[in-house]
């Protein structure tokens, strides 16, 4: 079930969470390669699509606007952090305050605990987490690491 919620952004329709249904393995694959086949294109100069059965669809929620598909957001919360493995958004619903709803939405989960994630260094998605308050924990040649507390 879709729970509704309306971000601050004047251009986005309402939008929600809901977990990923096992036949969605597709879509995520799909929300994955159009968003970090570029990425992985200018770090590496080439695409490796992951496996369909390396996907944990079960930790997937789906973001949607206006009941499609935009979106999807997994994370893990443990003990002592959350940490979000995948944050993908469709280019075309990207910059209207998806990605900041949805960072939201884990800070409530992560119930002050530090959040974590990494992304490769060729991803311009860096700007948009510092913006939300993350900072560079660690680097390597490939990754930065990245934690809000």
């Known amino acids: 079930m879709c729970e509704p919620a309306t971000p601050p952004a004047p251009c986005l329709r309402p939008i929600c969470l809901r977990p990923a ?9 799909a929300l994955e390669e159009t968003t970090m086949r570029p990425v992985a294109l200018a770090l590496w100069g080439v695409w490796r699509p992951r496996p369909a059965a390396q996907l944990d669809l079960a930790a997937c929620r789906i973001i949607e606007g206006a009941g499609q598909p935009v979106g999807v957001v997994e994370w893990h919360r443990s003990a002592d952090e959350l940490r979000i493995a995948k944050l993908y958004i469709q280019p075309e619903s990207q910059r209207c305050g998806i990605g900041g709803w949805v960072l939201a939405q884990a800070a409530a989960q992560a119930q002050g605990l530090p ?30 690491h990245l934690i809000r507390r």
Not at 22 to 29: I, K, M, N, R, Y
Not at 116 to 144: K, Q
């Open 21 to 29: 249904r096992p036949d969605e393995a597709g879509l995520v694959l």
């Open 115 to 144: 959040i974590r994630l990494s992304v490769l260094t060729t991803n311009p998605a860096l700007e948009f987490y510092r913006r939300h308050g993350f900072v560079i924990e660690t680097s390597t040649a490939e990754r930065h």
